[in-house]
C-alpha cells in the first residue's frame, strides 16, 4: 500500500509561516485539502480560525478565496458554481474545465450562524464540497460554546460545562439526501483523503465532510497530542468515521474493543471537572450509539 | 424604437434586467417585490434569458450569492424590499466594499412594527451609508431604463460599486403603465458584457477576496478609495444619461431633475412617485396662478448631489423638502442630508414635510395647499418648526 506522502502532490497550495496555533490540526487539513483538490478549485470561506491562515494579507492560500461573512459560506458556493455553470455556457470558461468548489466553515458558523444557508445550499444540491472543521466550540473568539460543544465540556460561556449535548451535525446533513456525506478525523489521513476524493470524483452536487478537529488551545491539553486526541475519540467509538453515499451508510472504522472513554475525557482540561456519574452517561450514549450502528 | 406594453413597475423593472442580459439572479420572496422574483423565473424557465435562477432560503444568502457569483465574473442581480433589505445588512457592506458591481431593485416597503406592505423610504433610506448607488425613479419606465443603465454605471472602471435601482412598493411596483420595453440590440450595443479584472475568483489567478487586513494596514484606504468611487460616479452617472438619452430619446438627468427652477422663488423638493405629483402642482401654480415655483426631483441619494444642489438652490427664498420617510429623532432623511449641502450657505429657508408614510395617498391638493403655505413663507426671517408631520390624525 502506498503512504498518502508517496500518492499526494508534492505541490504546497497552502505555505508555512501562517498563524494557527501549534498543534492546530488546521494546518494538515488545510494541505490535504488543497493538495487532493488541487490549483483547480476555489475556496468559500467562513468567520473561522481557517480564515487566519487562509486570508490575512499578505497570507494567503494559492487558490482563489472569498470571504464574505460569518454565515454564508455555503451560499458562496451556490454563487460560485452558478456562476461558473452560465460562464461555461456562454464560453467565457471552457466547458470541459473542472473547478472544484468548496466552503470551510467552523462548527458555529456551520451549524448555528449558517444552519439556514447550508440547509439551503445541501437541499438545492449546489455543486461543492462543504468542510465543517468542528473544533466544538468558538475558538476564533476564544472558546464560546457552540451547539457542536459536546455535554459537560468546559468553555469560556459555560465554565461549570454546557449542559445540553452536542447537536449531531452530519446527521441532519445526511437527512438532506444529498449525494454524500462523510465524518473524517485528523488521525486518520488516508481515510480523510480518501472521501475527499470521492467526494472531488463525484457528479455535481453538495458533499458534505465533518472534520473533527482536537483544539489544544481550547480543549486544554498539550499541543503535542494532537493526533493522540483525534485517535482516542476513535478508538474510544465517541467519534464514528462513517460515509453516506447516495444514502447507503457504511461505518469505515469499527474498533475491535472500544476503549473506555475515559481515556479521551482524562487528558483533557475542558472536561476536568466531571464526575463519574458524567462519564458513565457518557460512555452509555456511546455504547447505544454502537448498538443502533450494528449493521 | 422598443415594443410597448402595460406593464407593472415590478415587470418593467425584471424586463430592464434580462435586456441586461444577468447571469446570476438569487431572489427570495417578499412583497411587494414578489413579482420580479417570479418574473426572472418565468424568463429563465422559458429560455428566453440564458441565466441561473438561484431560489435562496433567505435575503442573507440571496446577496451572498450575488456577490460570490459577481465575484466569480458572472453579472448578477436581485430584488428585496424592507424586511428582507434589512435581512441582507451584512452583505450590503461587503458588495460595495469589494467592488463588486451587483445590481438590485429595491422596492420600497414600510418596516414593521406595525407591519405593512405600503411604502415608506426608510428602508433603502436606511441603507445609504452601505457604499451602494442609490437612484429613485417616479414611474414603470424610469424603474425599466434605469436597470439597463445601472450596469452601465456600477460596471465602469471609474465606478466598481453596487447600484440599487429604489421605487415605491405598490404604487410603482404594482399598478400598470404603458412602457417602451428597449430594443434588445440597442441594450446590447449600450452594455457590454461583464468582463472583470480587479475581483475575480480565477484559479489561473488566485487571489483572496475579502482578506482580512490586520491592525494598521489598509482599512482606510479602502474606504477612501470608495468614496473616490462615488465621487467618479457622479460625472459617469451624467454621461450614462447622456449616452442613454442619445440611443435611446429619453432623458433623466443624471443625478437630478428640475423644472421651472429658473428664478423660482420657491422650490419643491422631493423623490420617487411624488415627484409626478409636485410636478403637475408646479405646473398649475405657474401657469395658472403665475406663482414663481419649481420641482427638484433628486434621483440620486448617493452619490448625494451636494454641489449641484447647493448651486442650483443658490437663489431660491424656500426650499420644500416633501418625502416618504423619516428618522426618528432626527427629521426626513432627505431634509437632513440637504442641510447638509447647503451647511454654512447663507441659502434658502428649509422645510420639511414628513408626509404619505406606509402608503398614505399624497394627493394633488395636499401639495398644492404644502406649496401655498410655503410661498406665504417666503418673505419670512425664520421658519417655525421646519420639520412638519403632515396630517397626522389625532393632533
Ligand atoms: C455575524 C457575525 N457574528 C459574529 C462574528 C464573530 N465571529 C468571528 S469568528 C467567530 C467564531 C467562529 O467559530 P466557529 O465557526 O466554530 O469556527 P472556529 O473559529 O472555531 O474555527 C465568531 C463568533 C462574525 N464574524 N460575524
Redesign the pocket.
Known amino acids: 500500500m502506498r503512504t498518502l506522502a508517496e500518492t499526494l502532490p508534492k505541490e504546497e497550495l497552502f505555505h508555512s509561516g501562517h498563524p494557527l496555533c501549534p498543534g492546530c490540526p488546521g494546518g494538515m487539513m488545510l494541505r490535504w485539502i488543497t493538495k487532493t483538490l488541487g490549483k483547480n478549485s476555489i475556496c468559500s470561506m467562513?468567520?473561522?480560525?481557517?480564515a487566519l491562515p487562509a486570508m490575512v494579507y499578505p497570507h494567503s492560500l494559492e487558490i482563489p478565496c472569498l470571504y464574505i461573512?460569518?454565515?454564508p459560506s455555503p451560499a458562496g458556493i451556490t454563487g460560485v458554481s452558478a456562476a461558473i455553470k452560465i460562464l461555461k455556457r456562454k464560453g467565457r470558461i471552457p466547458a470541459d474545465r473542472k473547478i472544484s468548489v468548496f466552503a470551510l466553515?467552523?462548527?458555529?458558523?456551520?451549524g448555528d450562524?449558517g444552519m439556514a444557508s447550508l440547509s439551503g445550499a445541501a437541499e438545492r444540491n449546489d455543486d461543492g464540497i462543504f468542510f465543517c472543521?468542528d473544533?466544538e466550540?468558538?475558538?476564533?473568539?476564544g472558546i464560546q460554546r457552540?451547539s457542536s460543544t459536546p455535554r459537560f465540556s468546559w468553555t469560556t460561556s459555560t465554565i461549570k460545562g454546557k449542559p445540553e449535548k452536542k447537536k449531531d451535525l452530519p446527521r441532519i446533513m445526511a437527512a438532506h439526501d444529498i449525494p454524500y456525506v462523510a465524518t473524517v478525523s485528523v488521525a486518520y489521513p488516508d481515510d480523510f483523503v480518501r472521501k475527499l476524493e470521492k467526494a472531488r470524483d463525484m457528479e455535481p452536487g453538495f458533499k458534505y465532510l465533518h472534520v473533527h478537529s482536537p483544539c489544544p488551545t481550547g480543549w486544554r491539553f498539550p499541543e503535542s497530542k494532537t493526533i493522540e486526541i483525534a485517535r482516542l475519540a476513535v478508538e474510544t467509538g465517541l467519534w464514528i468515521l462513517y460515509e453516506v453515499d447516495h444514502g447507503s451508510l457504511k461505518v469505515n472504522f469499527r474498533p475491535e474493543k472500544r476503549r473506555p472513554i475515559e481515556d479521551y475525557l482524562r487528558p483533557q482540561g475542558r472536561f476536568r471537572e466531571l464526575s463519574q456519574k458524567d462519564i458513565q452517561s457518557i460512555q452509555d450514549r456511546i455504547d447505544n450509539r454502537w448498538r443502533d450502528m450494528r449493521n | 424604437m422598443g415594443t410597448h406594453k402595460m406593464l407593472t413597475g415590478n415587470y418593467a423593472a425584471a424586463y430592464g434586467a434580462k435586456l441586461a442580459r444577468v447571469e446570476v439572479t438569487p431572489v427570495y420572496p417578499i412583497t411587494p417585490q414578489t413579482h420580479i422574483m417570479e418574473k426572472m423565473a418565468e424568463f429563465i424557465e422559458n429560455g428566453e434569458l440564458d441565466a441561473e435562477f438561484v431560489s435562496v432560503e433567505s435575503e442573507h444568502s440571496a446577496l451572498a450569492v450575488a456577490i460570490a457569483a459577481q465575484a466569480t465574473g458572472a453579472r448578477s442581480f436581485t430584488a428585496t424590499s424592507a424586511q428582507g433589505l434589512l435581512y441582507m445588512h451584512?452583505n450590503l457592506f461587503v458588495a460595495s466594499g469589494l467592488r463588486l458591481p451587483i445590481v438590485m431593485v429595491l422596492v420600497n416597503r414600510a418596516l414593521g412594527a406595525p407591519n405593512s406592505i405600503y411604502p415608506d423610504l426608510s428602508d433603502s433610506l436606511d441603507q445609504r451609508d452601505t457604499g451602494w448607488i442609490q437612484v429613485y425613479v417616479e414611474n414603470a419606465q424610469e424603474a425599466h431604463d434605469m436597470v439597463v443603465q445601472a450596469y452601465r454605471i456600477a460596471e465602469d472602471k471609474r465606478v466598481l460599486l453596487p447600484m440599487a435601482i429604489c421605487f415605491e412598493g405598490i404604487i410603482i411596483s404594482h399598478y400598470m403603465e404603458p412602457v417602451e420595453i428597449l430594443d434588445q440590440e440597442k441594450v446590447d450595443n449600450f452594455l457590454m458584457p461583464y468582463l472583470p479584472e480587479h475581483v475575480i475568483l480565477d484559479p489561473d489567478r488566485p487571489m483572496s477576496v475579502g482578506q482580512i487586513v490586520m491592525d494598521d494596514s489598509y482599512y482606510m484606504e479602502y474606504r477612501y478609495q470608495q468614496q473616490e468611487a462615488m465621487d467618479r460616479a457622479k460625472e459617469v452617472i451624467q454621461e450614462v444619461d447622456e449616452a442613454f438619452g442619445q440611443s435611446f430619446g429619453r432623458y433623466y438627468g443624471g443625478l437630478l431633475s428640475t423644472e421651472m427652477m429658473e428664478d423660482a422663488e420657491v422650490a419643491l423638493l422631493t423623490l420617487g412617485s411624488l415627484a409626478s405629483t409636485a410636478r403637475a402642482v408646479v405646473n398649475h401654480l405657474r401657469n395658472e396662478d403665475g406663482i414663481s415655483i419649481g420641482l427638484v426631483k433628486l434621483r440620486m441619494v448617493r452619490p448625494f448631489p451636494d454641489q449641484e444642489l447647493s448651486e442650483l438652490l443658490s437663489d431660491t427664498k424656500v426650499v420644500v423638502v416633501l418625502e416618504r420617510d423619516v428618522s426618528i429623532g432626527a427629521g426626513g432623511i432627505v431634509y437632513t442630508e440637504l442641510c447638509r449641502s447647503l451647511n454654512g450657505r447663507n441659502g434658502p429657508h428649509l422645510i420639511n414635510y414628513i408626509l404619505g408614510l406606509g402608503g398614505r395617498d399624497v394627493t394633488f391638493e395636499d401639495i398644492k395647499d404644502i406649496a401655498l403655505l410655503s410661498c406665504s413663507e417666503r418673505h419670512t426671517t425664520t421658519i417655525d418648526n421646519p420639520i412638519r408631520w403632515y396630517q397626522v390624525r389625532g393632533l
Request: charged share 10%.
Open positions: 467562513a468567520a473561522t480560525c481557517m461573512a460569518m454565515a466553515a467552523g462548527d458555529g458558523s456551520a450562524i472543521f473544533n466550540a468558538y475558538m476564533n473568539t457552540s | 451584512e
